[in-house]
């Protein structure tokens, strides 16, 4: 599976869109891009995933660009509840293979 | 609820003391597998099961055994645990169309002595 790329940390104030960015310029086309977080030491949690098109739910926006080398998640209102760690995952499809955790972006969501 | 339950969630033993750390989810998913969580190294895939009587090694398997004889239930066994095995530990579970989305278990926190 690809690799991903993600900034170690981010900071967003309350109310305000938080923009993750992720690169995975070696993708290929039969791979998700998926988005998981983690909440201190809670079970990760699935928020999100996509193959090209861009993709919304209940929780978050992805944008994948047209290349499909990066994407952004997007959380529209972050508030204190969205500070955690966001892991995104390059997944082949269909295929048994695991989820690889990278070490993610720390968010910290600031009032 | 659609869950993914652990037991014991907290565990302190001792080195060479067999235990079990079970997992079950109500999904009716396939796909069941555990992690293991250590600073600066991240999750680490343990041992994976397709469905029931299907397992296989993931990364880190040494010093694990697993089995799946049903469907929702998939117990991590540590036959001779060592002081290298204290971790949080998460079981997760999917289906196997084609959102692939796993759920996660709320983690069981063990330390070995």
């Known amino acids: 599976d690809a690799k991903t790329t993600q900034p170690p940390s981010m900071d967003c104030a309350e109310g305000r869109a938080a923009n993750l960015p992720c690169n995975h310029s070696?993708?290929?086309?039969?791979?998700?891009v998926y988005w998981y977080r983690q909440i201190h030491s809670q079970g990760p949690q699935y928020i999100i995933h996509g193959l090209k098109n861009n993709e919304t739910n209940e929780m978050a926006s992805l944008i994948i660009t047209e290349d499909r080398k990066s994407s952004t998640l997007i959380l529209p209102h972050a508030t204190l509840r969205d500070t955690a760690v966001y892991y995104c995952i390059v997944r082949r499809f269909p295929g048994n293979t695991p989820l690889v955790f990278g070490k993610g972006t720390r968010l910290s969501v600031i009032a | 609820e659609a869950q993914v339950t652990q037991n014991p969630r907290y565990l302190i033993t001792v080195t060479g003391k067999k235990l079990t750390v079970t997992c079950s989810q109500n999904m009716n998913h396939e796909y069941m597998s555990w992690y293991r969580q250590d600073p600066g190294l991240g999750l680490r895939q343990i041992y994976y099961s397709m469905n029931v009587e299907v397992t296989d090694k993931g990364d880190v398997p040494e010093g694990y055994k697993v089995s799946r004889k049903e469907k929702r239930n998939f117990p991590l066994i540590l036959e001779s645990p060592s002081p290298n095995q204290t971790s949080l530990y998460f079981c997760?579970?999917?289906?196997?169309?084609?959102?692939?989305?796993?759920?996660f278990g709320p983690g069981t926190r063990l330390t070995v002595t």
């Open positions: 070696t993708i290929s086309g039969n791979e998700y």
């Open positions: 997760a579970s999917s289906s196997t169309g084609v959102s692939y989305e796993q759920y």
